[in-house]
């Protein structure tokens, strides 16, 4: 299907695999079935295998957190060896201190730098009142995706068109490199009305002013 409508798909989005639904295990996560995931990656040719999100129940302690970068780290090694890369999506809620340190500080201490690297969406960066230049000097080449999309200036801070907010999006561009940014892809959760205007407005402002 994709190559009949001349698409590609270079990343997709997976699930740790911890939490149970409805008792029972999530297969095609990183805890189940992931070496069946990573073959059925490849075949269809993807370059990045990204953990989107850690519930609830997959978030817990900073010691529960080095298990996380513990089973990434497992996990990359079977990317690696499909010639995939396996990276993390973040949120705000890794940016919640524990003992004087962030979760998501504890992810890139512990998890292989090469095995795994991140996808930064500059949104939730923003969000949890983060910058995220001072997080790619601290960690140079490790962020090789990015979600872009902007935050509006009312009280909620929720999703609008990029360049319709407050995300200074020039700035962290002229950082691409130390990022190590190979490519980023436009997001927003929630639109004002037709999707396609959202998108046609943040595409025409990317082409202008970021690319």
Same mark, same amino acid.
């Given at each position: 299907? #994709? /190559? =009949?409508? %001349? ?9 740790? +695999? ?6 029972? $295990? =999530?297969?095609? *996560?990183?805890?189940? %079935?992931? !070496?069946? $995931?990573?073959?059925?990656? $490849? ?22 957190? /080095? ?8 996990? +990359? !090694? *079977? ?5 995939? =890369? ?13 003992? +004087? /340190?962030? &979760? ?7 998890? @292989?730098? @090469? ?10 960066? *923003?969000? $949890? ?10 960690? &140079? +080449?490790?962020? &090789? ?25 020039? /700035? ?7 990022? %190590? #940014? ?5 997001? =927003?959760?929630?639109?004002? %009305? ?18």
């Amino acid at each position: 299907m #994709l /190559k =009949q409508d %001349g698409l590609i798909m270079p990343s997709c989005h997976y699930r740790l +695999g911890e939490e149970k639904v409805d008792g029972q $295990a =999530q297969d095609g *996560t990183i805890l189940n %079935g992931w !070496e069946k $995931a990573v073959d059925d990656a $490849a075949e269809i040719g993807l370059k990045y295998m990204v953990c989107a999100y850690l519930s609830d129940v997959e978030r817990g302690s900073l010691d529960h957190y /080095k298990k996380v970068a513990e089973d990434f780290n497992k996990a +990359g !090694e *079977t990317c690696k060896k499909a010639g995939i =890369q396996l990276c993390y999506h973040n949120h705000n809620f890794e940016f919640i201190q524990q003992d +004087g /340190k962030y &979760p998501y500080e504890t992810l890139l201490d512990n998890a @292989d730098k @090469d095995l795994v690297k991140m996808e930064m969406d500059l949104y939730w960066i *923003t969000k $949890a009142n983060q910058d995220p230049i001072a997080i790619f000097d601290a960690h &140079p +080449g490790r962020f &090789p995706l990015w979600h872009i999309k902007d935050m509006n200036n009312k009280p909620d801070r929720m999703f609008t068109e990029v360049g319709n907010g407050i995300i200074d999006f020039k /700035k962290i561009f002229k950082h691409a490199d130390k990022a %190590g #940014l190979k490519m980023f892809f436009v997001e =927003q959760d929630v639109c004002p %009305g037709d999707p396609f205007d959202s998108i046609t407005q943040s595409i025409t402002y990317i082409k202008a002013n970021l690319v």
